[in-house]
């Protein structure tokens, strides 16, 4: 069976840094996209990073960009988001997700979800 488990979240101060990692198992990591998606209370899931599973492209919020950074461990079937600058509007669940093909910003495109981590981002 397909597990990702998402672990790094917490409270953090605004300008902090947090970094996200997705365990993954049950599945050829070298074949599978990965992406971080995010919720806030009250608002839509969002994509907010990909990678795809030959490492380019890779495609990011734009409120993110230049902030966060989505990475790959294909020896530690682990993917990674390690998240700078951090602002208050950062602040959501986030979830891992995989599935098959390109990147997508769009939630209902993967099978595959992890349970999600809570990121905080408050003074």
């Known amino acids: 069976d397909v597990q990702l488990q998402a672990s790094g979240g917490g409270l953090v101060q605004p300008g902090g840094s947090l970094r996200l990692s997705c365990a993954a198992s049950?599945?050829?990591?070298?074949?599978?996209?990965m992406s971080w998606f995010r919720q806030a209370p009250g608002k839509e899931r969002e994509g907010v990073s990909c990678i795809s599973n030959e490492e380019t492209p890779r495609y990011y919020l734009d409120s993110t960009k230049g902030r966060f950074t989505i990475s790959r461990d294909e020896a530690e079937n682990t993917v990674y988001l390690q998240m700078d600058s951090l602002k208050p509007e950062d602040t959501a669940v986030y979830y891992c997700?995989?599935?098959?093909?390109?990147?997508?910003?769009?939630?209902?495109?993967?099978?595959?979800w992890g349970q999600g981590t809570q990121v905080t981002v408050s003074s």
């Open positions: 049950g599945f050829t990591f070298s074949d599978y996209t």
């Open positions: 997700a995989t599935d098959e093909g390109r990147c997508s910003g769009w939630a209902r495109t993967y099978r595959y």
